[in-house]
Nanobody
């Protein structure tokens, strides 16, 4: 099992920044591609970003490109999501997840999930 715990969510004004963290324990963290997803009230969970096991490759959903940055520190078993220029439409519960797939935006390909952290962006 890989346990994932997110932190760093909160309330921020539009245009502000937040950095989410996801700490992993259990299996070997560096074996996994890590992803961030989000789910707004009444909407389906959607892909936000993913990073390969080495950190050498990153992928983003179009609406967050240029504003969000995913990174990882395998020595600390942690993946991060730096979110800048936040918009009210970024409001959601953000989840980190792990997959053996090299690259996937599909939530059903991720094997392990954290409990989520709330991000609220006020206008």
């Amino acid at each position: 099992q890989l346990q994932l715990v997110e932190s760093g969510g909160g309330l921020v004004q539009a245009g502000g920044s937040l950095r989410l963290s996801c700490a992993a324990s259990g299996y070997t963290f560096s074996d996994y591609t890590m992803g961030w997803f989000r789910q707004a009230p009444g909407k389906e969970r959607e892909f936000v970003a993913a990073i390969s096991w080495s950190g050498g490759n990153t992928y983003y959903e179009d609406s967050v490109k240029g504003r969000f940055t995913i990174s990882r520190d395998n020595a600390k078993n942690t993946v991060y999501l730096q979110m800048n220029s936040l918009k009210p439409e970024d409001t959601a519960v953000y989840y980190c997840a792990a997959t053996y797939y090299t690259r996937s935006p599909y939530s059903n390909t991720y094997n392990y999930w954290g409990q989520g952290t709330q991000v609220t962006v006020s206008s």
